[in-house]
């Protein structure tokens, strides 16, 4: 079973975002935590709480009390620009530097290695059925 977390609209360029994303893709949860936890970079805060969110979401789907009994890990995470707000620097003999304020979206996808009771129980029972 898995579980999406999605973060809309984050007021920073989608490069430095991924810089912090490449850093836990593919990893256990309890071991992206902490290694978000001690990058000393500010995506890395966004990324903490919607990891957080994704946990949260699939505890909620799978109707259980706490993860930690199960092996959660980042299936996929990616980085999407979005949009992008100009505004205008002074510049010399009247010009006008255009700066680009850019923006990102981010999507994870949290995912359990094991099966959980429920699911092993309807996979037994589809293979009943098929028989």
């Keep these: ?28 949860v309890t071991d992206a935590l902490s290694i978000l936890r001690y990058t000393n ?15 949260s979401n699939w505890q909620q789907k799978a ?3 706490s993860s930690d009994d199960y092996d959660l890990y980042i299936k996929t995470i990616f980085v999407d620009p979005g949009g992008i707000v100009y505004r205008f620097l002074p510049a010399p003999q ?3 530097y255009r700066v680009r304020k850019r923006r990102n979206h981010v ?4 995912e359990n290695r094991n099966l959980l009771e ?9 293979i009943e059925n098929e028989e």
């Design 1 to 28: 079973m898995e579980a999406v977390a999605k973060l809309r609209n984050c007021p920073m360029s989608p490069r430095k975002m991924r810089l912090v994303a490449d850093n836990i893709r593919g990893k256990r």
């Design 41 to 55: 970079k500010e995506a890395a805060v966004w990324l903490e709480k919607l990891l957080l969110s994704a946990v």
């Design 63 to 65: 109707e259980v009390d």
């Design 94 to 96: 009247g010009r006008a």
């Design 107 to 110: 999507t994870i996808i949290i």
């Design 118 to 126: 429920s699911e092993a129980e309807e996979t037994e029972e589809s």
